[in-house]
């Protein structure tokens, strides 16, 4: 099996240091099942208060699905059942029915290290506090890092190249090999005033759908495994900014008539894009009111000079599309009593031709090669003139048994409905693929029961089917139904 090097020297660093016997907090089994932060440690530093954490999510589960491509080694879900992808080639028995484990069911996995340390305080008595944040995403089947990139070029190739047998899934992400593939950011936080961090930061859109999903799963919701829909605007890459400036604060309400209310607030500058700051720039925020008993929110985005990976027809090389993009989010949610949630919501993005079309010289993305080093991918795609518009609508419900039924306390169970409706330009200077030259409409179907052992531990029985519909999905290569079946256990520390 081959580990990564970084990564493990990484884990074993943080491990040894927040570990050890001068830092350790918890002292018992029991200590570390119930603790909220079990490797948290509190300390000063010339009086000034401060912590470090060391945190992480390791989910691994077992599937079914009825038929798919292998999985990759570097994508974040295992079988991902909204990912309609056929062989190189045709439909064949490689894309057929699979039993086996993969990584990722409920959570992707990650680790990471929280820090913070104050500064100084203000005159109103505000605390000046500095904040750091490191997270790797990673396949604990191997320790491999999130690379949706190198699942790509292991795809590239034509049909005499790439043999069917070997072909996997394969998907652009916006974790593409970096060690800290997930987060890596710093800055200041205000008290009531908010925080602002700078670097690697997730989008305000990923922060809006993450918490207006009925369906709480990175593999088994539509929203969690597509980064397309699932928070970036448009084009996967972009769930993650890099060169980014954000800042989120909550503010309580209580002049409101709304137990608990509070107000969220998040927006977001990028300077460049995902991999070079010197084409293209992003913004965006989103807002929502919360309460005990209601909530909702909505969020904008715009982006000129998007990166969308893509396979090549070059081995072990990679292709990219480029793209302007703009996208709405609106949910919400209500909880008619305490154990029951039921929340819904609408995303619309539109993908336009690039404002730098002809000017590219990357060279290589993420230390992946290119095709070619100077390439114009937005009008190749589009079309003069020509534009993309997706909408995307979802409802589900969740209900919390313990609250009734205090023996099943820990039992939740989840369940969702995703309309995904994609609509591709027409006419000569299109894709090349004339089945694609259409719409498509794909809905998904979705269900976890999920139990919390204690604060640590949790297992579950999730499925999600898609079906697929459309001129975009018409051809011979695709079946129109995927079912995913699975049972995982999830571990949180």
Excluded at 17 to 37: K, R
Excluded at 41 to 64: E, N, R, T, W
Excluded at 71 to 78: A, F, H, K
Excluded at 205 to 218: H, M, N, R, S
Aim: without cysteine; aromatic residues 12%.
């Amino acid at each position: 099996m081959k580990f990564n090097k970084k990564l493990t020297l990484a884990v074993t660093s943080a491990l040894l240091a927040i570990s050890s016997p001068t830092h350790a907090e918890i002292n018992t089994l029991s200590d570390f099942l119930q603790a909220d932060a079990p490797f948290k440690k509190d300390f000063s530093i010339a009086d000034h208060d401060a912590s470090v954490q060391f945190y992480g999510i390791v989910d691994i589960a077992y599937g079914h699905a009825d038929h798919a491509l292998p999985e990759s080694d570097y994508l974040p879900q295992g079988f991902y059942p909204a990912n309609r992808q056929a062989i190189n080639g045709s439909y064949n028995s490689n894309n057929q029915s699979r039993n086996d484990w993969f990584p990722g069911g409920l959570s992707q996995n990650r680790i990471g290290i929280k820090a913070d340390a104050s500064l100084f305080k203000l005159e109103n008595g505000t605390n000046i506090n500095a904040v750091l944040n490191l997270e790797s995403g990673f396949n604990p089947l191997g320790f491999y890092l999130y690379n949706g990139a190198n699942s790509l070029a292991q795809n590239s190739g034509n049909s005499s190249v790439l043999n069917q047998k070997t072909q996997t899934i394969s998907n652009e992400s916006s974790q593409n090999g970096q060690l800290f593939n997930r987060a890596a950011n710093a800055g200041l936080s205000f008290d009531q005033y908010g925080t602002v961090t700078f670097g690697l930061n997730v989008n305000p859109l990923k922060d809006l759908i993450t918490v207006y999903d009925p369906v709480q799963a990175d593999n088994f919701s539509l929203l969690g495994q597509s980064g397309t829909v699932g928070g970036s605007g448009g084009v996967s890459e972009n769930q993650r900014l890099e060169n980014s400036l954000k800042y989120t604060n909550v503010v309580a309400l209580p002049s409101l008539p709304l137990e608990g209310a509070k107000l969220n607030v998040g927006g977001i500058y990028q300077w460049g894009n995902t991999v070079n700051i010197n084409f293209g720039h992003s913004y965006g925020g989103q807002v929502g009111l919360d309460s005990n008993r209601f909530g909702a929110a909505v969020g904008y985005y715009r982006a000129t000079d998007a990166i969308s990976a893509q396979t090549s027809s070059t081995p072990n090389a990679i292709d990219f599309y480029s793209f302007n993009t703009e996208a709405w989010v609106i949910a919400a949610r209500f909880n008619p009593v305490p154990e029951l949630k039921i929340s819904g919501g609408w995303e619309w993005f539109k993908r336009s031709n690039a404002s730098d079309d002809l000017t590219y010289a990357y060279g290589d993305l993420w230390g992946t090669a290119l095709t070619t080093s100077v390439t114009s991918r937005g009008n190749r795609v589009l079309g003069n003139g020509n534009t993309q518009d997706f909408n995307v609508y979802w409802l589900g419900a969740s209900y919390d048994f313990g609250t009734q039924f205090p023996k099943l306390a820990g039992l939740k169970a989840q369940a969702g409905y995703y309309d995904y409706i994609n609509e591709h330009p027409t006419g000569p200077t299109t894709i090349s693929d004339a089945t694609k030259a259409g719409a498509g409409r794909s809905g998904t179907w979705s269900a976890v029961l999920d139990y919390q052992i204690n604060k640590r531990f949790d297992v579950y029985a999730a499925t999600t089917e898609s079906h697929f519909t459309g001129a975009y999905y018409s051809s011979a290569k695709y079946d129109p139904d995927q079912l995913v079946v699975a049972t995982g256990l999830r571990f949180k520390f």
